[in-house]
């Protein structure tokens, strides 16, 4: 089972997006009792967490977009989003959703994840 991320696109330098990933209906993994995450993988280089929001919705971001991305969750639609502002050329990656976990564990496999490309 994986998780869909979508709302990536072509931006210039300053413009905005705004990501969506949607969990499946699960008995196994309810969404509203996973901590949840935004990762993004930049060619060449590993897949880094961006934003986290746990189950109460207490929000924690990488230092390189604190100020400009806000991730929220509606759990009432199973879905997480991410709102990027003032995108910068290093934005450019592959974005994806999963749950997060201290322990680095995922409860969905990853999915194919959306295109965010930043140009200057």
């Known amino acids: 089972v994986q998780l869909q991320a979508s709302g990536g696109g072509l931006v210039q330098s300053g413009g905005s997006l705004r990501l969506s990933c949607k969990a499946p209906?699960?008995?196994?993994?309810?969404?509203?009792?996973?901590?949840m995450g935004w990762y993004r993988q930049a060619p060449g280089k590993e897949r880094d967490l961006v934003a986290r929001?746990?189950?109460?919705?207490?929000?924690n971001y990488a230092d390189s977009v604190i100020g400009r991305f806000t991730i929220s969750r509606d759990n009432g639609k199973r879905t997480v989003y991410l709102q990027m502002n003032n995108l910068k050329p290093e934005d450019t990656a592959v974005y994806y959703c999963?749950?997060?976990?201290?322990?680095?564990?995922?409860?969905?496999?990853w999915g194919q994840g959306t295109q965010v490309t930043v140009s200057s």
């Open positions: 209906r699960s008995i196994l993994s309810v969404f509203s009792s996973n901590h």
């Open positions: 999963n749950s997060y976990s201290s322990i680095g564990t995922y409860t969905w496999n």
């Open positions: 929001i746990s189950t109460g919705g207490i929000t």
